[in-house]
């Protein structure tokens, strides 16, 4: 007799009959439990959503008034015929692995995920299991990330040259994760720090859960640029090169994201500069995730799925496509 | 390498005219003479002559780089740069490069002489020697094709600055057949009496394309107007008892246009023509299709068959020297009436035409003659201001193209793929089809005319309502409806909807119409009728 598999692929998203719950669902269910807040993955409409203590500011600030629980890392928790687990998934703070068992077989759905320490989020750790679900946003062997410390280095030294001759350094980032990951890369010796709207209310969220970064200016209406020289702007990559930009008077634009490791990518964005700063998992760190888990049944989802699931049955895993509808933004999220 | 990888970075790192400038004109002055002009060399698509095969690039990087080569092929067919590609699979180093540029060339150069092994030993060692910038850059010397932002226009304005020298001396003095080897910096940018090469064309003049009506022009006398025919822009010089033939891509096309050599019988050395070059049947009152002159492009040599088949000519519509003085800054009347006095006995079997000039009092009637343009094979009219002398570059004012309106079609979209390069990481390539009945019948492929938000929003789209894989081809829901633009429409056995299209391009999203409103093969059929 085969088993039920513990998790299963259905139109509403990853699917658990022994708890029947969901996770990262994107259509209205009962229950979801979700890996973390980015709109993607944590969506309106759900009766009710389980998720880290960590990432539930940032989606009750998205989402409103909803129904929904906090679970601290590595706390078992019985739903149904399931004990889940929420596990550090180091892609943005809060960030989780969620860990489900079914009668011994354990699946592991890792939602999004950097196997590097930013510094911010809960560093990833691995999960024995049985089943691993990844993602494959950078599965392709040209996705190489440099050290954190070395882009952190080039970013100020852009700023820098930006003050010096007198220009605004405008750094286009999204707004959730990633703006906050380069507040922390940035040496506030350089100049102040101006933000967006949608940057500095992610930021006064993680902030009032503990987490520090530099000071900010928010910039309103009345923010005179004159006031600010040497300014760096933090804001999402929409507002480049808008109206909104162009009372910064003379500027560098800068994009941060791990397509800007692709020339041609960077190119058609069309800004100065590129920093390849990314909070998902490059090829050395998908790979080396993968073995971690010690897997054998691998299923790949959102990114370049048909290209790393071929590598991984080379390579004597068990792989498969999942189908998904989580890359819906054309990798700006990212 | 390092101070040409920092002046590649310095221009890559903006998107600003003046600063790219800046940049060049800062390394044109300081850098050796003989970078210097491997620089202009790489940057004006010349590149030394490739010591290995990218065969062997490509199975070495991957040996190299322990991914395998399926992967290797299927990351470049996403990065869409070969020697970017290679860069980024090999492990990262530190660079550690104390070569020159000129002394990587001639590294690369002298593995000609040398064995598989050896130049695979010499390859491997550089990839671990150079990193970043540097590695992909060696790889682009092998690779070729520097495109990096740096038009033609921009090298001769910061060579210009460099030097003190006027800009469009400098676009000339690029021009045409050089190589590095030949030539020395002081030679091909400073010396005054440059010795030019015969067969050195001019630089083109590129014109504008007219978006409003022409009254906005001013006085129609001041104008002449001829047909604008679909061909290849050429340059034919007649120079030494030799002749030339060069394409706006500067790329001497002489061997593939033999029946050309005929025009030394009919004008005299030290004569340059601007024209076009069309098929013409001999006796044909207009020119032949774009589709006949493709038979003959891409064909370095020509068989006695095709040359009998698809005869070419120029079309003759400017006279830029003319008994070996350049002529260039008369206006263009005068120019003409030379051009005209000296093809007055042209035979009927010449390789050489003049373009005909439309009589004209007023604007009006010229939009009435512009309207019959399909009736006689061309794209619309051009015009040319008659005072006006002959400038290069694409230069506003004072040569226009007003083409008719674009043939359109509404289509519906059924297949998409992701793009390569700019466009990796959205769909960008859809095939496009109109009903057959209940079928959809596909009928062309188009990639460009939208926007890169509405990319982004079709990609988003695609990901969602994929009905099936084929490779890296997506079948998607007929759900979208594209209006098509082209400039031609043949019939052609190879495609299913019996049809080919010439410069296909989407126009608009039409979110407006509901799938069952697109086109009908008929209504296809019944443009290639009157349009074929």
């Not at chain 1, 601290?72 to 809060?94: C, D, K, L, M």
């Not at chain 2, 104390?98 to 695979?120: F, Q, V």
Request: negative net charge.
């Amino acid at each position: 007799m085969t088993r039920e598999p513990v998790l299963t692929f259905t139109e509403n998203g990853i699917y658990c009959a022994a708890g029947d719950f969901y996770i990262d669902p994107w259509r209205p269910v009962a229950r979801a439990l979700i890996t973390h807040g980015h709109a993607d993955h944590a969506r309106d409409g759900m009766g009710s959503y389980l998720a880290t203590d960590a990432a539930l500011p940032v989606m009750r600030h998205r989402l409103g008034e909803i129904d929904a629980e906090g679970i601290a890392y590595g706390e078992r928790r019985q739903i149904g015929g399931a004990t889940v687990s929420f596990h550090p998934a180091g892609h943005v703070p809060g960030s989780a692995q969620i860990r489900v068992e079914v009668a011994g077989e354990v699946w592991v759905a890792s939602g999004d995920y950097k196997v590097i320490d930013d510094g911010m989020s809960e560093p990833f750790e691995p999960v024995k299991c049985h089943h691993f679900i990844t993602e494959s946003t950078f599965g392709l062997p040209v996705f190489r990330w440099a050290p954190q410390a070395d882009v952190a280095a080039d970013l100020n030294a852009w700023w820098a040259r930006c003050a010096a001759e007198g220009k605004t350094a405008f750094l286009g980032a999204y707004s959730l994760g990633k703006a906050q990951r380069l507040l922390s890369m940035l040496d506030p010796h350089v100049g102040p720090i101006l933000t967006h709207t949608a940057v500095e209310n992610t930021n006064a969220v993680l902030r009032g859960q503990g987490i520090t970064l530099p000071d900010t200016m928010l910039v309103t209406p009345e923010l005179n640029p004159k006031d600010h020289p040497g300014a760096l702007v933090l804001a999402p990559p929409s507002a480049l090169g808008s109206q909104w930009a162009r009372r910064f008077g003379k500027q560098e634009s800068a994009f941060a994201s791990g397509w800007m490791a692709l020339r041609g990518v960077r190119r058609r964005r069309a800004g100065d500069r590129g920093f390849v700063i990314s909070d998902h998992a490059d090829w050395d760190g998908l790979l080396w995730a993968i073995r971690e888990t010690g897997a054998e049944n691998i299923y790949v989802t959102h990114g370049y799925t048909d290209i790393f699931t071929r590598y991984l049955n080379e390579q004597g895993w068990n792989a498969q496509v999942v189908p998904t509808q989580f890359d819906s933004d054309g990798g700006d999220s990212e | 390498m390092k101070d040409f990888a920092a002046l590649f970075n310095a221009v890559d790192q903006t998107t600003k005219t003046t600063i790219k400038v800046a940049a060049l004109a800062e390394y044109f002055t300081t850098a050796e003479e003989t970078d210097r002009l491997w620089t202009v060399a790489l940057f004006s698509g010349r590149r030394p002559k490739r010591a290995v095969t990218t065969t062997k690039l490509r199975e070495w990087a991957s040996e190299a780089s322990g991914v395998p080569l399926w992967l290797f092929e299927d990351s470049y067919a996403i990065v869409g740069d070969l020697a970017e590609t290679i860069a980024l699979v090999l492990p990262p180093v530190d660079s550690d490069d104390t070569g020159t540029l000129t002394s990587w060339i001639n590294a690369l150069r002298g593995l000609k002489e040398e064995d598989d092994a050896a130049r695979k030993a010499f390859v491997l060692s550089a990839w671990q020697q150079l990193g970043g910038t540097e590695r992909f850059l060696f790889n682009k010397l092998i690779t070729g094709g520097f495109r990096i932002g740096i038009s033609q226009k921009l090298m001769t304005r910061a060579l210009s600055r460099a030097t003190g020298r006027p800009e469009p001396e400098m676009a000339h003095r690029l021009m045409g057949n050089w190589h590095p080897d030949d030539v020395t910096w002081h030679s091909l940018i400073e010396a005054e009496d440059a010795s030019a090469d015969a067969s050195r064309p001019y630089p083109f003049y590129l014109a504008y394309a007219l978006e409003d009506t022409p009254e906005a022009l001013g006085d129609p006398t001041d104008w002449r107007a001829e047909w604008k025919w679909d061909g290849i822009r050429g340059q034919l010089i007649l120079r030494d008892g030799d002749y030339f033939v060069w394409s706006r891509g500067e790329e001497l096309m002489t061997d593939r246009f033999p029946e050309l050599a005929r025009a030394a019988d009919h004008m005299p050395p030290g004569t340059v023509l601007d024209g076009e070059l069309l098929v013409w049947q001999p006796g044909a009152e207009f020119p032949s299709s774009f589709n006949a002159l493709q038979a003959r492009i891409g064909r370095k040599t020509v068989p006695k068959k095709l040359l009998a088949e698809a005869p070419v000519i120029l079309h003759a519509y400017d006279m830029l020297e003319w008994r070996g003085e350049d002529i260039r800054h008369r206006p263009f009347a005068e120019r003409r009436a030379l051009l005209e006095k000296a093809s007055a006995d042209l035979p009927a079997d010449a390789p050489i035409r003049l373009s005909p000039q439309h009589k004209f009092t007023d604007w009006t009637e010229l939009a009435t003659l512009r309207d019959t343009a399909r009736d006689a094979q061309a794209e619309g009219l051009m015009l040319k201001r008659a005072d006006s002398p002959y400038l290069s570059g694409r230069k506003k004012g004072d040569w226009w193209k007003w083409k008719l309106d674009p043939l359109t079609i509404d289509a519906v979209m059924i297949y998409a793929q992701s793009g390569s390069g700019r466009r990796a990481n959205l769909f960008t390539d859809f095939t496009f089809a109109v009903w057959n009945g209940n079928d959809l019948v596909p009928f062309t492929k188009a990639y460009s005319g939208l926007t890169d938000a509405e990319f982004r929003q079709i990609t988003a789209w695609v990901r969602k309502n994929t009905l099936q894989r084929f490779g890296p081809v997506r079948q998607v829901t007929p759900h979208h409806v594209f209006e098509i633009a082209f400039e031609g429409i043949q019939p052609s056995p190879r495609h299913k909807s019996g049809v080919a299209l010439r410069f296909p391009r989407m126009l608009r999203w039409r979110k407006d119409k509901p799938l069952q409103e697109a086109n009908t093969l008929d209504d296809l059929k019944e443009m290639l009728r009157i349009y074929g």
